[in-house]
């Protein structure tokens, strides 16, 4: 295999959720397996028996230096940090030991990352209880590699096909989002993003701002944010240089965007955006983290303890975190 392939590091994510299937389901894709050098961060343990149950041949491969991996086909290579005392393991429910055994794992991947052993990051699915009863004091993903790579705000940016939508605002209530659409935080937010394209490789088109209310508030009728806010960042960016478009109303921004339109929507609240990318394609949209010294993408669903140990998880958001990260991190890199 070749060795310009990037290595992407995937942490397993919660033992007791699809993270550990669709790991191994995704070491068995040729859409994976092709464009990078992927190396999972997890419990051997748990591993073997997620392939026994999706009864394939994979074989694990112990490594400690990522370089040295045999990234031949039919092989999952693993750092193994042994963390899940299997007799205690429980799996499909909220569990304390596999919350914190998780928050390792990405631990372990962005110490990885950021000594450069690795090109990236392509993170499993974690449970927000588990961590709580494991004594880990985040609430998610993008909080955990804001705080262990000393970033502050990081951007999330989602893509789904030619689609990349950012958010003004995460894991806030509606009314607090609304509140958070103010002209400062839209100027410091594009200036922020267009780094991130940039750094990407997205460096051509135009980003479009949405609109919060219905019509973009029809000049004031419906809501005066756009009026106040959203147009006086945008006419300040443009004067400023930036190529900028808005407010763009919201039940037509993300269809212009896909047909090419805009590079990028700056979604203004979470569910802004995130319903337009997973109504489109909902396996196969997948969170970039940006603004970081490292490069982090993700699965976008959740630990489905429902479906869990059950064969039957589908590992394409996996792989195409996998495939993103790959896209991405030559330009990362450079």
């Known amino acids: 295999m070749s060795n310009s392939k990037p290595i992407i590091a995937i942490p397993m994510g919660d033992a007791a959720g699809i993270g550990p299937e669709i790991a191994v389901k995704s070491m068995l894709s040729e859409d994976a397996t092709s464009i990078a050098r992927c190396l999972v961060i997890g419990d051997k343990k748990v591993l073997q028996q997620a392939i026994e149950l999706s009864k394939s041949q994979l074989k ?9 991996g045999d990234y031949s086909p039919g092989i999952l290579n693993l750092i193994d940090l042994d963390n899940i005392d299997i007799n205690k393991f429980v ?39 588990s961590l709580k009863a494991g004594h880990i004091n985040f609430i998610g993903h993008t909080e955990i590699f804001a705080d262990l790579t000393q970033t502050e705000d990081p951007l999330t940016m989602f893509q789904v096909r030619n689609l990349r939508v950012f958010f003004l605002s995460r894991h806030v209530s509606l009314r607090k989002s609304c509140d958070m659409v103010t002209k400062d935080r839209i100027i410091d937010y594009v200036i922020r993003c267009k780094k991130a394209l940039d750094l990407l490789g997205v460096a051509d088109g135009t980003m479009a701002i949405a609109g ?14 756009e009026v106040d806010h959203v147009e006086p960042a945008v006419n300040y960016l443009k004067q400023l240089g930036y190529n900028v478009a808005g ?50 993408t993700s699965v976008d669903h959740g630990t489905a303890f429902d479906i869990a140990w059950q064969n039957i998880a589908s590992p394409t958001s996996l792989i195409e975190a996998i495939k993103v990260a790959a896209e991405y991190a030559p330009f990362f890199t450079a």
């Open 247 to 296: 407010p763009v109303p919201a039940d037509s921004v993300f269809h212009l965007a896909l047909q090419g339109r805009f590079n990028s929507v700056l979604s203004l609240y979470h569910d802004q955006g995130h319903i337009a990318t997973k109504t489109l394609d909902f396996e196969r949209t997948i969170a970039v983290t940006n603004g970081m010294p490292i490069l982090r």
């Open 212 to 225: 919060l209310n219905p019509h973009s508030g029809e000049h004031g009728l419906f809501g005066n944010e």
């Open 91 to 129: 799996k499909g429910q909220i569990c304390g030991m596999c919350g914190k055994g998780a928050f390792e794992y990405i631990s372990k991947s962005i110490s990885l990352a950021m000594d450069k052993k690795v090109s990236a990051v392509a993170t499993g699915p974690i449970n927000k209880e």
């Open 60 to 68: 694990i491969n112990i490594v400690t230096d990522p370089q040295a």
